[in-house]
């Protein structure tokens, strides 16, 4: 069975322009959550959508957006690119209404921002 | 609250010896706790869970303690592999927010 795979591995983008990151969960998982994760520090929650809504987000701007689609897969946009926002960005799923269930993480994307 | 961006901390222990990894989480209506490993330029991955009406689960090398007291959960990890050198996080299903919050991490060093 895949695990959670997000793409692009890597993304070079310049300040101001936009960047659209991916991810399809495990097959059946109807949650997907996004993280941040800047170099050597913890993870930031950013996202949580399920079936195809926005249930939660984090103290990040509104320029953080995102949308999951009706196969459960998920775009993470971050637009006005800062230099701030070179990081990790971890994509998770999981099956919300099963609860106490643990959420399978992909390899993430790494965004660097010049 | 969230997870917040500080410096992670470091744990360096010797190949051999047992290691002990602690975590505050901060929400006594969570119910539901799990330690991820994250190795070097991998996402998190999950090692051991344990549910509120638990105080301890052990796996293969590794033990969860869970203390809903003074909200404290702590990973211990026995006799320690240069292979489980990586940041290990905790992480809370806090009912009604998002399925899992995570805390800052602490960094695991083990010298051969």
């Known amino acids: 069975e895949a695990g959670v795979t997000q793409s692009p591995t890597h993304l070079i983008k310049t300040r101001g322009q936009q960047a659209t990151l991916r991810c399809s969960p495990i097959?059946?998982?109807?949650?997907v959550y996004w993280y941040q994760q800047a170099l050597g520090l913890g993870l930031q929650f950013l996202l949580w959508?399920?079936?195809?809504?926005?249930?939660n987000r984090g103290n990040f701007p509104p320029r953080f957006s995102g949308r999951q689609f009706p196969n459960y897969s998920s775009e993470l946009n971050v637009n006005a690119l800062e230099l701030e926002d070179s990081a990790l960005y971890l994509c998770?799923?999981?099956?919300?209404?099963?609860?106490?269930?643990?959420?399978?993480f992909g390899q993430g994307t790494r965004l660097t921002v010049v | 609250g969230e997870s917040v961006g500080l410096h992670l901390p470091t744990l360096s222990v010797q190949e051999g010896d047992n290691s002990i990894i602690n975590c505050a989480y901060s929400?006594?209506?969570?119910?539901?706790f799990i330690w991820y490993k994250q190795e070097s330029g991998k996402g998190p991955q999950f090692i051991i869970d344990?549910?509120?009406?638990?105080d301890k689960r052990q796996g293969q090398r590794v033990t969860v303690l869970l203390n809903k007291t003074v909200k404290h959960l702590s990973l211990q990890i026995a006799a320690t592999q240069p292979g489980d050198s990586a940041v290990y996080f905790c992480?809370?299903?806090?009912?009604?927010?998002?399925?899992?919050?995570f805390g800052t991490g602490t960094r695991l060093l083990v010298s051969p």
């Open positions: 998770a799923s999981s099956f919300w209404q099963q609860e106490n269930t643990e959420a399978f």
């Open positions: 097959s059946g998982h109807t949650s």
């Open positions: 959508y399920d079936e195809g809504e926005e249930r």
């Open positions: 929400n006594s209506a969570s119910d539901y």
């Open positions: 344990i549910r509120s009406n638990m």
């Open positions: 992480a809370e299903n806090r009912p009604g927010f998002q399925k899992l919050v």
